[in-house]
Nanobody, 115 residues
Framework: QVHVVESGGGLVQPGGSLSLSCAASEITFEIYDLNWYRQAPGRQRELVASITARGAIEYADSVKGRFTISRDNAKKTMYIQMHNLKSEDTAVYYC?????????WGQGTQVTVSS
């Protein structure tokens, strides 16, 4: 059974930093494209950052220059480093792993940016 688990969320002040991790099991991790999504209250889920199996990276305009996505295939883990956090970054952050018709999601981790 595939497991995808996020960790690292929490409360941080505006301007602060936070790192999230996403660990996956029971998949051939290195062939999967990986994505971080987020969903704020009352808003649709949005794609924040992605890293393909080949290492191509894209970011949403709202996080460019502040967030960094990475992956460690040996550890079957994806990361996102978030800097200069803003109140509008407050959301539940979800990890998504995708390959062909295989699509798995984590349960989400809350990130709250507030003073």
């Amino acid at each position: 059974q595939v497991h995808v688990v996020e960790s690292g969320g929490g409360l941080v002040q505006p301007g602060g930093s936070l790192s999230l991790s996403c660990a996956a099991s029971e998949i051939t991790f290195e062939i999967y494209d990986l994505n971080w999504y987020r969903q704020a209250p009352g808003r649709q889920r949005e794609l924040v950052a992605s890293i393909t199996a080949r290492g191509a990276i894209e970011y949403a305009d709202s996080v460019k220059g502040r967030f960094t996505i990475s992956r460690d295939n040996a550890k079957k883990t994806m990361y996102i480093q978030m800097h200069n956090l803003k109140s509008e970054d407050t959301a539940v952050y979800y990890c998504n792993v995708y390959y062909g018709g295989l699509d798995y999601w984590g349960q989400g981790t809350q990130v709250t940016v507030s003073s």
